[in-house]
């Protein structure tokens, strides 16, 4: 979402160019656009923009996407220091 | 729910597009936290209008906010609506946790029937969904092709009408002042929950003086920890959502910080005459580390941030919020000896 911006530089998203068939669903099922097509592969047009869904690596074919998604949620990340990530409960 | 309409996999309850009183007062109910966790419908095939064997499968989530959030969007459309069984809980979250998944997919549309039902093999999915369910393996395991709908329901109508075909507007979340308005009264009732017992502290500590414990003390300065708290709620659960794009730093426990300091010094000039300045001083610091850490939960809320970052926010936010909190307790029970 380019109307909001959260920390620079943070995400685990990582894309692997070689590997890309370049058939774009990564690109229909981002909701924040951060992935683009140039040509017939895959590109990381807003990096920042990323909030680790895990949505683009879920449906690649190829494995070409990688992140590692989360809850971005202070009071579910606190519960996973303190009980573990097996115990840990979301609002 | 209306009547039924008969199928070949029996009697499928057709449901309305016009949400009653009922429907809308249980929703504010729920926007406001009261019966969130059990507010869901039962999952299987429900369907809007008329539709028959060429009608659209549209598959979503059995929290019940999310359902009539859906049908209410589909005036003048046959359709069939396939839930799923995601505990009560809203499509984006349920991808997320893994109980809106493609397991689930499969599993639903083979007990609902679908093949008898349909003669074409699609299903709409709500994109947002993709978190949890992979559309190749869907296809591959029941047969079904997964067609990415839009992430909001009121854009279903102009998706569906012009073949299915999502523009990067409706591909996108946004996050207006309208939703991140209606998301205050949910963080509100999530404080509520803890607040009382942060207030027992507060009177307790308040009461700690010179002669021992003093009721009245507690009861005088508990007052002031009340209103310092409810200026820090203010500061970190209204007013950072409210302004989110406008206040500076992009850490939450920044912007919570920037709204509370300003608020904060709004309640030491309301108490400037009737507190001494250690009382001040600690309840300057109460209300902007409460409201830092009250929008640094709000994180959790929003459709844009990454736990990666969170976590570092959080790593570097908690060591200072802490030592605020002791400071300001050790600051607010000597100043009683002051």
């Known amino acids: 979402m380019k109307t909001f911006r959260y920390l ?6 990582s894309l692997d160019s070689d590997a890309c068939v370049g058939c774009g669903i990564c690109t229909d099922v981002c909701p924040q656009g951060v992935l683009a097509m140039a040509g017939r592969k895959a590109l990381i047009a807003d990096l920042d923009g990323c909030m680790e869904c895990g949505a683009c690596a879920n449906n690649c074919p190829v494995e070409a996407i990688r992140v590692t998604p989360g809850v971005g949620c202070a009071a579910y990340i606190i519960q996973t220091w303190i009980k573990g990530k097996q115990a840990a409960a979301c609002c | 729910m209306t009547d039924f309409e008969k199928t070949p996999v029996g009697d499928v309850p057709r449901v309305r597009t016009v949400l009653d009183v009922t429907d809308i007062l249980a929703g504010v109910k729920v926007r406001c936290g009261i019966g969130r966790n059990t ?14 064997k060429d009608s659209p499968v549209l598959v979503t ?5 999310s359902f009539d959030i859906l049908r209410r969007e589909l005036i003048s459309v046959d359709a069939w609506i396939l839930v799923l069984d995601t505990r009560g809980i809203n499509v984006w979250c349920a991808a997320g946790k893994g109980t809106f998944s493609t397991a689930e997919v499969v599993r639903c549309v083979r007990n609902a029937g679908l093949d008898r039902l349909v003669s074409h093999r699609r299903l709409v999915l709500p994109q947002l969904a993709a978190t949890g369910v992979a559309a190749r393996r869907v296809k591959k395991d029941c047969g079904f092709e997964v067609i990415w709908g839009p992430v909001r329901a009121k854009d279903l109508n102009r998706f569906l009408a012009v073949g299915r075909d999502a523009d990067s507007g409706m591909r996108q979340v946004t996050f207006s002042l309208w939703e991140r308005f209606v998301l205050i009264p949910v963080e509100l009732a999530a404080i509520s929950k803890h607040l009382l017992w942060v207030l ?3 009177f307790i500590l308040s009461g700690i003086g010179p002669g021992g414990f003093s009721f009245d003390d507690g009861w005088r300065r508990g007052l002031m920890l009340t209103a310092a708290c409810a200026t820090g709620i203010l500061g970190g659960a209204i007013a950072v959502p409210l302004l989110l794009p406008w206040l500076p730093a992009r850490a939450f426990a920044l912007k919570g910080l920037f709204t509370g300091t300003a608020l904060g010094l709004m309640l030491t000039a309301a108490r400037w005459h009737t507190a001494n300045g250690w009382e001040l001083l600690a309840l300057f610091i109460w209300t902007g580390v409460f409201s830092s850490y009250l929008a640094m939960n709000f994180t959790g809320a929003t459709p844009f941030t990454s736990p990666s970052g969170v976590e570092k926010e959080m790593r570097r936010a908690i060591p200072w919020q802490g030592t605020a909190v002791l400071a300001g307790v050790a600051i607010w029970v000597a100043s009683a000896f002051a």
Do not use: D
């Not at chain 2, 419908?41 to 209008?49: F, M, N, R, V």
């Not at chain 2, 989530?61 to 906010?65: G, R």
């Open chain 2, 39 to 52: 507010y869901r419908i039962a999952p299987g095939l429900y369907c809007i209008g008329t539709p028959g």
């Open chain 2, 200 to 202: 027992v502290a507060g």
């Open chain 1, 8 to 13: 620079s530089n943070v995400v685990t998203l």
């Open chain 2, 61 to 65: 989530a059995n929290y019940k906010l």
